[in-house]
């Protein structure tokens, strides 16, 4: 469960997922209800995948006109339905969900298989949990909320996937992090890899308005990132003179321009400074491993910012609204957002990864919170259910990735080929982090953005981790009991 930056291209990919399965003009499309994707029709030519050494080894198969069904939440994301991540009806010009349809095409025909959903009504998991506990064998796969269906794996509702055959995690469509940092103990209950479009949606990266950049003579800093040499302080001198008082009341309010607004969006951002609040031992116990000097740092850089710069600004709404309005140099929050919030904006930008802590920080990591899948324990036939799972992914892979990275992303919404070239920097250090994923929506994995807090930011880490830390001993030893039962069951 340990960290692992990625060493492999895993392709700013599926950047900026949802949203651009869309319709082109940003329109939602209509979201599937329960029930099997339809055959293609005469009209609808089924565009053979490249040619590709990338082979996922699977045996030949027929499951007979076997009905594969994904559970998702019905509801929409970055504009476009949760389910059109990995599975859409049909083919409608835009080539992310013409891609999407066609990897969906590939696998239905290979495997004589249909791929259809069912779609639950929230995402609290009430509906989920009981369908699974009744032993109806509703869903093959599914997939909700990251947070929740964490919670839900804790239950006992999931299968170890590592019970499962034929799902090859040294094939590039299993990015190394998701492995390690959802495998505890030898077992992994959810899944985060190329079934699905939305890891590299929801993975943080730094915007930087580039009007604002030219008006201070600043040099957007390509060389430094790709040098290795981008740290949080030259991300701090760039942002801390950047203010004017746009309307002239003398007040800091949101009209005014800022060098970086931040809000609760800075969750997700702590890991990619190399805070990692729970850690796994050697043998497959849980520890606490914040109190130290780089979360210490961290925090003070963060404060110093923050509280005690002109061109900190700490507000109430998403800092993607202060940046898309040109009012902030600097930005942090999610790729999608360039698609949902970004594509219709005046303002021009790059795109840089978060930067590193300093220069002991060997790499840049790239915070994720991928909305992963799980198997529930009420699905049955482990081959079927592992040919399928592997043959979705490995087809994620070589066509919904390239339709994202290489036209979605790079010819039509990059600014620059250096934002191109960020953004593959960005797509090979991604990390979903456990801490974050199993916090159950608090403790140390929302450090950063407690501390922060619009109100009163404070640098008293050490006042904040004593005020906090038996609490969180406690849930960490309740989570090693969920793990040491569910692999003991």
């Known amino acids: 469960m340990k960290k692992r930056v990625l060493s492999i291209l895993l392709a700013a990919v599926m950047l900026l997922p949802m949203a651009a399965a869309c319709s082109e003009n940003g329109a939602e499309t209509d979201t599937p209800d329960t029930g099997l994707s339809p055959a293609p029709t005469a009209a609808e030519e089924v565009v ?3 040619e590709t050494e990338l082979s996922d080894n699977l045996p030949a198969s027929d499951f007979e006109g076997y009905g594969f069904h994904v559970g998702a939440q019905d509801g929409v994301y970055y504009g476009c339905a949760m389910i059109e991540q990995v599975l859409v009806e049909e083919l409608n010009g835009d080539v992310v969900n013409d891609a999407v349809y066609n990897a969906n095409r590939a696998v239905e025909s290979r495997f004589n298989v249909q791929l259809g959903s069912v779609l639950f009504p929230d995402d609290s998991g009430a509906t989920v949990k009981a369908s699974i506990q009744a032993g109806d064998d509703v869903y093959d796969i599914l997939t909700m909320h990251d947070i929740t269906i964490a919670n839900l794996s804790l239950t006992g509702l999931f299968r170890d996937v590592n019970e499962i055959p034929h799902l090859d995690y040294t094939r590039p469509w299993w990015p190394s992090y998701s492995v390690d940092s959802l495998t505890v103990g030898g077992s992994m209950y959810l899944i985060s890899n190329y079934i699905s479009y939305m890891n590299l949606a929801m993975t943080r990266a730094v915007f930087i308005n580039k009007g604002i950049a030219e008006q201070y003579n600043y040099t957007i800093p390509y060389e430094k990132v790709k040098n290795g040499e981008w740290y949080l302080d030259d991300f701090i001198d760039m942002m801390q003179d950047v203010y004017l008082d746009v309307n002239g009341n003398g007040r800091r309010d949101d009209d005014d321009i800022y060098g970086f607004a931040a809000s609760s969006a800075l969750y997700a951002i702590q890991e990619s400074f190399g805070v990692e609040p729970v850690k796994e031992d050697e043998n497959g116990q849980l520890y606490l491993n ?3 000097e780089t979360t210490v740092t961290l925090i003070e850089k963060f404060y110093h910012m923050m509280a005690e710069t002109e061109g900190g600004y700490l507000n109430n709404d998403e800092s993607i609204f202060t940046f ?4 902030a140099l600097f930005g942090m929050f999610d790729l999608g957002r360039v698609l949902s919030n970004l594509r219709d904006s005046e303002i021009t930008y790059g795109i840089l990864p978060i930067p590193k802590l300093n220069e002991l920080q060997e790499n840049y990591i790239s915070g994720s919170t991928d909305r992963p899948y799980a198997i529930p324990v009420t699905a049955q036939n482990d081959e079927r259910l592992g040919i399928i799972i592997e043959a979705m992914s490995a087809e994620g892979y070589k066509q919904v990735r390239p339709a994202f990275f290489e036209i979605a992303l790079k010819s039509k919404y ?6 191109a070239e960020m953004l593959e920097i960005i797509g090979n250090t991604i990390v979903l982090d456990f801490s974050y994923i199993y916090s159950n929506f ?3 994995a929302w450090t950063l953005m407690n501390m922060m807090s619009v109100n009163n930011p404070s ?10 830390e038996k609490v969180q001993k406690k849930l960490l030893d309740k989570l090693q009991k969920s793990f040491d039962e569910m692999k003991n069951r």
Request: aromatic share 18%; net charge negative; no cysteine.
């Open 324 to 327: 898309a309005a040109g009012s």
């Open 290 to 292: 914040i109190n130290n």
């Open 442 to 444: 608090g403790g140390f």
């Open 414 to 419: 990059a600014y620059d080929s250096e934002s």
């Open 48 to 50: 053979e995948p490249e």
């Open 459 to 468: 640098k008293d880490f050490a006042s904040y981790y004593a005020k906090n």
